[in-house]
């Protein structure tokens, strides 16, 4: 499949990712995102979403195959492995890092009475292409049945700059009267510091223009931030996930613009 430079850079790792996907049954969702850390905008994110069906006959043989073209670690895909079977979607990552290493990114996701620990409704596998040495597991814990208060104090305790803080808080807040629809997750990564909130925004349809001042806010003044939201300004707005990376630094990520991507030639 063609990747369209106006929706994902061909970069060497996207167009390994893609290829690693080439069986995989279309369409799928694809969406876009950005990440503020450390003053700077790591551009050229998204995610690649789809039933674990569509993963064929076979599909835990399909997603080892996967994982392991993508020099995931045997030990990672041992973990993924054992739970895939209760999955009913698979997410596939990408992400550049600053330091021109890319982070691959491979997540299960359940519903409610298939979690394979309480709360728990994504487990992802998340490592280092170059260096596979360099991997985590991800825990992403509904925090939905809290009060109100209760969710807003964790939110507040998780980030440390008041400004994005405030711009999460206000967020949530705006999200009240579709709470029934919308998603507050907690991420932790045993054995590190990561500790972040995800905020599902999607039934708001709201724009990156609309919400540009917010997500301005957000995403602690990165360069690049205010320049890219314009870019995207008619995109829908998808989620927002800030807190404290693996490295302990704040970062704030803004994930815009789903879509259905078929084939070349099969767009509906």
């Given at each position: 499949m063609t990747i369209r430079l106006?929706?994902?850079?061909?970069?060497?790792?996207?167009?390994?990712?893609?290829?690693?996907?080439?069986?995989?049954?279309?369409?799928?969702?694809?969406?876009?995102?950005?990440?503020?850390?450390?003053?700077?905008?790591?551009?050229?994110?998204?995610?690649?979403?789809?039933?674990?069906?569509?993963?064929?006959?076979g599909p835990s043989r399909v997603l080892r195959g996967i994982c392991a073209r993508l020099g995931a670690p045997p030990e990672g895909i041992a973990m993924i492995d054992a739970h895939q079977s209760a999955a009913h979607s698979v997410h596939f990552g990408f992400e550049p890092e600053g330091s021109g290493q890319t982070v691959m990114k491979c997540y299960l996701e359940f519903d409610v009475a298939s979690q394979p620990a309480p709360d728990m409704v994504f487990l992802a596998l998340k490592w280092r292409r170059e260096d596979p040495a360099h991997w985590s597991m991800s825990h992403y814990l509904t925090r939905d049945a809290l009060p109100p208060a209760a969710r807003r104090a964790l939110v507040a305790e998780a980030l440390p700059d008041a400004a994005a803080q405030d711009a999460f808080l206000a967020l949530m807040a705006d999200s009240a009267p579709l709470s029934d629809t919308l998603t507050l997750l907690e991420v932790l990564e045993p054995g590190s510091p990561r500790r972040s909130f995800d905020l599902n925004l999607s039934d708001r349809a709201l724009t990156l223009g609309a919400a540009a001042p917010a997500l301005l806010a957000l995403m602690g003044g990165a360069a690049g931030a205010e320049g890219y939201l314009r870019i995207h300004a008619e995109d829908r707005l998808g989620h927002i996930a800030a807190g404290v990376a693996r490295d302990g630094q704040p970062f704030a990520t803004v994930y815009h613009g789903a879509h259905q991507l078929w084939p070349e030639g099969q767009g509906r």
């Amino acid at each position: 499949m063609t990747i369209r430079l106006d929706i994902i850079p061909p970069t060497p790792g996207a167009v390994d990712l893609f290829a690693a996907l080439d069986g995989c049954e279309r369409p799928w969702i694809a969406e876009l995102s950005a990440k503020a850390i450390g003053g700077r905008l790591r551009r050229g994110r998204f995610l690649l979403s789809m039933p674990r069906l569509a993963l064929g006959p076979g599909p835990s043989r399909v997603l080892r195959g996967i994982c392991a073209r993508l020099g995931a670690p045997p030990e990672g895909i041992a973990m993924i492995d054992a739970h895939q079977s209760a999955a009913h979607s698979v997410h596939f990552g990408f992400e550049p890092e600053g330091s021109g290493q890319t982070v691959m990114k491979c997540y299960l996701e359940f519903d409610v009475a298939s979690q394979p620990a309480p709360d728990m409704v994504f487990l992802a596998l998340k490592w280092r292409r170059e260096d596979p040495a360099h991997w985590s597991m991800s825990h992403y814990l509904t925090r939905d049945a809290l009060p109100p208060a209760a969710r807003r104090a964790l939110v507040a305790e998780a980030l440390p700059d008041a400004a994005a803080q405030d711009a999460f808080l206000a967020l949530m807040a705006d999200s009240a009267p579709l709470s029934d629809t919308l998603t507050l997750l907690e991420v932790l990564e045993p054995g590190s510091p990561r500790r972040s909130f995800d905020l599902n925004l999607s039934d708001r349809a709201l724009t990156l223009g609309a919400a540009a001042p917010a997500l301005l806010a957000l995403m602690g003044g990165a360069a690049g931030a205010e320049g890219y939201l314009r870019i995207h300004a008619e995109d829908r707005l998808g989620h927002i996930a800030a807190g404290v990376a693996r490295d302990g630094q704040p970062f704030a990520t803004v994930y815009h613009g789903a879509h259905q991507l078929w084939p070349e030639g099969q767009g509906r």
